[in-house]
């Protein structure tokens, strides 16, 4: 029952008029002081005021105790509302996060759940899931025995590509983190947080396989450019190539047989130099098309060979060129790539670099081709605007056969391109 404040006061009040009845009634003042006459010499007369003292002082601490009391359980009353407003919070987070929650007891059976948990495993809701033990949504049963114990020696557990199994039996790949806490009834509580990474892991082998396509179409497309080259080659040299001989030998008859007439030996000595010259301009056109030092002296001497020519026409610039180890026997387009790296490279320095130093060099390093060059040319930004083809075809080239394309420029400090292709070998 509530006490009253108004019975207690009505109380306190009969009190205090029963004694003053009572002391009027049988004199108890005049008595009191009566008795106390034989102790003055104690001063034992001054007690009833002293004790009148202490009762209101002791009604001032009892006052002063009621209203710190009242405080400290407003207090309390405030932090447990507190209390529970935030864990109403925090299951709303727990309810509502688009992540798949769970936790569960000690022994690996879900305790609670939340609707992304019960969508993610194709279960109608989250109490469905209640009391299922979680291995039962691993793909590996094994597995979730061997986190469960890690998690309750304390550890954390981190998985990037946890396979779980949705009811109707299909995988779902996911990223999961495991940890073990201690539950409100002090009992360890298993915690388990998956997010559903299933597109995204499809997207990405996708990704892959498009890139891959993409490799190899890019392969396809060089080799055709590359034996269309070499048709356009051989079609220069048989067609164009004999007509102009043809043209020249008839030239050269003409001229023999006209010393009587100057005018006509002139014209014919007028064609001999210009079929030679076009002879000359369809060769270098060839020698451009199709590499034929490649097919008949090998990569190390084709590439010495081009080098030469190149230097010969730019004896301005010092171009070094060195090959170390075994470079023979490479399949058609590693060797085709090579050269056209060499070829492209002195080419832009031809063009753009206005350097005096070049320098080339083609290692074989295990199981890969390293091609290196450097010029001290004037160099470019190659995050900037870019016209030209030459280097993203060979980056395509390099990066089709599975190699690593690289270039390095800043303006005013030369360029570096480096070039590291897994070295296939012709089938003997
Ligand atoms: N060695 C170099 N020194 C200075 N600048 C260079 C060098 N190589 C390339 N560049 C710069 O990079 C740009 C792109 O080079 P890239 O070889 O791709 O094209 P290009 O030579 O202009 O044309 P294409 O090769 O298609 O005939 C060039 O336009 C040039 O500005
Ligand atoms: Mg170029």
């Not at 790949?173 to 009834?185: E, I, N, W």
Request: glycine content about 8%.
């Amino acid at each position: 029952m509530r006490p009253s404040v108004g019975l207690d006061i009505a109380i306190v009040a009969a009190i205090t008029v029963l004694t003053f009845v009572v002391s009027v009634l049988f004199e108890l003042n005049e008595r009191l002081v009566l008795a106390m006459v034989p102790f003055e010499a104690y001063q034992i007369d001054e007690l009833p005021i002293t004790i009148l003292t202490l009762a209101v002082a002791m009604a001032w601490f009892s006052w002063r105790r009621s209203r710190h009391a009242r405080l400290e359980l407003g207090l309390r009353l405030a932090a447990q509302q507190a209390l529970v407003e935030s864990e109403v919070q925090y299951r709303s987070l727990f309810m509502e996060n688009l992540s798949a929650n769970f936790i569960a007891g000690d022994d690996g059976r879900v305790r609670l759940s939340n609707p992304a948990a019960a969508s993610l495993l194709a279960y109608g809701s989250p109490a469905e899931l209640d009391g299922r033990p979680i291995g039962e949504f691993y793909m590996d049963g094994g597995l979730w025995e061997r986190h469960r114990e890690r998690l309750l020696k304390g550890e954390k557990v981190e998985v990037p590509m946890l396979e779980m199994k949705r009811r109707d039996g299909v995988a779902v790949q996911a990223l999961a983190k495991l940890s073990a806490r201690v539950g409100p009834a002090r009992d360890a509580e298993l915690h388990v947080y998956v997010t559903d990474v299933t597109a995204v892991t499809t997207m990405q082998s996708e990704l892959a396989r498009a890139l891959e396509e993409n490799r190899q179409l890019s392969q396809r497309s060089m080799q055709v450019q590359e034996e269309e080259r070499r048709n356009l080659a051989r079609e220069l040299h048989d067609e164009l190539g004999q007509s102009l001989n043809a043209i020249k030998v008839d030239a050269v008859n003409i001229r023999d047989h006209t010393q009587a007439q100057p005018d006509v030996q002139r014209s014919a000595l007028a064609i001999i130099e210009v079929s030679t010259q076009v002879y000359d301009v369809v060769r270098s056109l060839m020698q451009r098309l199709r590499p034929v030092a490649l097919d008949d002296l090998g990569l190390r001497s084709a590439v010495q060979y081009g080098v030469d020519q190149w230097q010969r026409r730019h004896p301005g610039v010092r171009c070094r060129f060195e090959a170390e180890g075994d470079l023979d026997g490479f399949v058609e387009q590693v060797n085709i790539t090579l050269y056209r790296l060499v070829q492209e490279c002195l080419t832009n320095v031809a063009k753009h670099a206005g350097a005096s130093r070049v320098t080339i060099s083609l290692k074989r390093d295990g199981n890969q081709v390293r091609f290196e060059f450097e010029d001290d040319g004037r160099g470019f930004d190659p995050a900037g605007k870019k016209r030209g083809l030459g280097l993203i075809g060979l980056r395509e080239r390099v990066e089709s056969l599975g190699g690593r394309f690289e270039l390095e420029s800043a303006p005013g400090s030369g360029v570096r391109v480096r070039a590291v292709i897994p070295a296939e070998k012709e089938k003997t």
